[in-house]
């Protein structure tokens, strides 16, 4: 019986990867501009770790921290574009952090706080519209039919 199945999953499988949504762009360019940002943040931190006398160290942790969010998010773009199975729940769960972090600074001024969570409901309500959902599903089934070669085997010293 599951000859039957894995059959007739593989002759519903398309050919190729489907075409992305308008939803889909408008998640990816969120991301890339938050990646952006990080990135761009972690450049700064490393310029003002210069003149940051006591707190150049702190700068400089900060500056790490921030681009290896940053260059994460860029993998999480490239893997939305590629619409590979794990971008979803990175895009949600960075979503969610970074709306908490909006809740978390609103006392401190609401256009920080509209500048995280804003972004962050608009991600998560595009990345659950039928047209990705069903983009997601087709590319899996794509990639369930056409699995990649296998990596060669260690070469033993």
Do not use: N
Request: hydrophobic share 55%; aromatic share 8%.
């Amino acid at each position: 019986m599951t000859g039957a199945a894995s059959s007739s999953q593989a002759a519903q499988a398309p050919d190729a990867l489907p075409r992305r949504p308008g939803p889909l762009f408008v998640v990816m360019g969120a991301v890339l501009l938050e990646a952006l940002v990080l990135l761009g943040s972690a450049g700064a931190f490393l310029v003002m770790s210069g003149t940051g006398g006591e707190l150049g160290t702190s700068l400089i942790a900060l500056c790490v921290m921030f681009a290896i969010l940053g260059i994460g998010l860029l993998v999480v773009v490239r893997s939305l574009w590629l619409m590979h199975r794990w971008s979803r729940p990175a895009t949600i769960a960075w979503q969610l952090l970074q709306a908490l972090f909006g809740i978390s600074t609103f006392g401190g001024g609401p256009l920080l706080a509209a500048a995280a969570i804003v972004p962050a409901v608009i991600c998560v309500v595009a990345l659950f519209t039928p047209s990705v959902i069903r983009a997601f599903d087709l590319a899996i089934a794509y990639y369930i039919a056409h699995p990649s070669e296998p990596a060669p085997p260690p070469k033993r010293w």
